[in-house]
């Protein structure tokens, strides 16, 4: 399946507030056009961009962004915050411009979002088992812990009885 989509397509696509999306920049560059423009053109149809398609970084999601991915470092200095993009965003997107290579970039970005979501969802099940085996090893390591602590009390020499400190009456000595 790796095959079908372009690994810089799939590569492309970040997770920001849980959310598997593609920055503008990044969508700008595919579609074969400068991100201004890009960004013109999505300003002009916002009524197409509901919040579930795009939303705008914050300061601090910018700083991570560009912190964690190489190809974004040049939005380091940018003075505005990348737009992010949804799958359905990017197809939106897509129909926006209405170039050729336009059009055959969505299709590869559609692909790469499928591929993701299929890639997921294959994992999603060993991640749930790791989980349950680190769960059953945690419950495990504290019962041996248990058995660990009750063998050296029961290993440990007996302590020797200490006579009280004090004067000892034959009386008491005898009792």
Same mark, same amino acid.
């Given at each position: 399946?790796? &095959?079908?989509? #372009?690994?810089? /397509?799939? &590569?492309?696509?970040?997770?920001?507030?849980?959310?598997?999306?593609?920055?503008?920049?990044?969508?700008?560059?595919?579609?074969?056009? #400068?991100? +201004?423009?890009? $960004? &013109?053109?999505? %300003?002009? $149809?916002?009524?197409?961009?509901?919040?579930?398609?795009? /939303?705008?970084?914050?300061?601090?999601? %910018? %700083? @991570?962004?560009?912190?964690?991915?190489?190809?974004?470092?040049?939005?380091? /200095?940018?003075?505005?915050?990348?737009?992010?993009?949804?799958?359905?965003?990017?197809?939106?997107?897509?129909?926006?411009?209405?170039?050729? +290579?336009?059009?055959?970039?969505?299709? /590869?970005?559609?692909?790469?979002?499928?591929?993701?979501?299929?890639?997921?969802?294959?994992?999603?099940?060993?991640? @749930?088992?790791?989980?349950?085996?680190?769960? %059953?090893?945690?419950?495990?390591?504290?019962?041996?812990?248990?058995?660990?602590?009750?063998?050296?009390?029961?290993?440990?020499?007996?302590?020797? +009885? +200490?006579? #009280?400190?004090?004067?000892?009456?034959?009386? &008491?000595?005898?009792?």
């Amino acid at each position: 399946m790796s &095959e079908l989509v #372009p690994t810089p /397509f799939a &590569e492309r696509i970040l997770i920001v507030r849980g959310q598997r999306v593609m920055l503008d920049a990044d969508l700008a560059a595919l579609y074969g056009v #400068p991100t +201004k423009r890009f $960004n &013109e053109q999505v %300003k002009r $149809n916002l009524a197409r961009f509901p919040v579930e398609f795009m /939303f705008q970084l914050t300061a601090a999601e %910018k %700083k @991570e962004v560009v912190a964690n991915c190489d190809h974004l470092a040049r939005l380091k /200095f940018s003075p505005h915050a990348p737009y992010a993009f949804t799958e359905h965003g990017a197809i939106m997107a897509a129909t926006l411009l209405n170039s050729p +290579k336009a059009v055959e970039m969505s299709v /590869f970005v559609v692909r790469a979002f499928v591929e993701l979501r299929d890639w997921l969802s294959s994992h999603r099940e060993i991640a @749930e088992k790791l989980d349950y085996l680190e769960r %059953k090893v945690s419950s495990h390591d504290q019962a041996l812990a248990g058995v660990i602590d009750t063998l050296r009390q029961l290993t440990a020499p007996p302590q020797p +009885k +200490k006579r #009280p400190i004090g004067f000892i009456t034959d009386r &008491e000595e005898n009792a």
